[in-house]
């Protein structure tokens, strides 16, 4: 089985696309590929696309979608976490924070997280100019603050995206070697721009990476 861990809902002004493909054709091409599971997310709660729509997507296609829910831990309380576990989201989204991760003013989140045992996605690294958040600083979203939470949930599960980035892709590699609750993604960002060469070096036998995303995306579709 295999799963994309990682996709963004969003809008083109008409329709609901992912990867720049109306969602029958993203269905279609992904299981061309051999794709048979996507997670999905939005990166917002604005009108034109929002977690009610990730919602609408895992219902009509509970099959292929998984839905993360998108949470704004500044403007957000708690129990967001409680009504998208219920509504049947099986993880949360986190990106461009106001204070870094690791600022304890954000473990309440956390902490409800772990009490569903349900995962937390979070950007890491460089984020796209295209953003409509206006206060947006890469340094808050380095990998090494999900030590900090991975220290202080150790029953949680922390999904760090785009391997960093390049920018931190060391700071990734570090923990996702050591840190046993901790695992990134390769999907999106500017990691794409790495060689084959040096994906393959940096994932060889010598770094032994904890490569255990597959067996995580298992369980949680057995929730």
Avoid at 26 to 31: K, M, P
Avoid at 185 to 210: E, Y
């Amino acid at each position: 089985m295999i799963i994309n861990m990682h996709s963004h809902l969003k809008s083109n002004g008409k329709n609901l696309i992912i990867s720049n493909m109306e969602i029958e054709q993203y269905v279609n091409h992904c299981l061309n590929l051999g794709i048979t599971k996507t997670c999905v997310c939005c990166t917002s709660n604005s009108e034109a696309v929002n977690n009610e729509h990730v919602k609408v997507l895992f219902n009509k296609y509970p099959d292929f979608f998984i839905g993360f829910g998108y949470v704004n831990m500044d403007e957000d309380k708690p129990e967001i976490v409680d009504k998208l576990f219920n509504e049947g989201f099986k993880g949360l989204k986190l990106i461009c924070p106001s204070k870094s991760y690791e600022d304890k003013e954000y473990f309440s989140f956390y902490e409800k997280a772990a009490k569903f045992n349900i995962p937390i996605l979070f950007h890491t690294g460089w984020v796209s100019t295209d953003s409509k958040i206006s206060y947006v600083s890469c340094d808050r979203m380095q990998p090494m603050y999900l030590d900090t939470i991975a220290r202080a949930f150790p029953e949680l599960i922390l999904i760090g995206a785009h391997l960093g980035n390049i920018s931190y892709m060391w700071q990734a590699i570090e923990l996702v070697t050591k840190v046993p609750n901790i695992y990134f993604d390769l999907t999106g960002g500017t990691i794409r721009k790495l060689s084959f060469s040096l994906l393959k070096m940096l994932f060889s036998t010598s770094l032994q990476p904890n490569l255990r995303t597959f067996n995580f995306s298992i369980r949680a579709l057995k929730r």
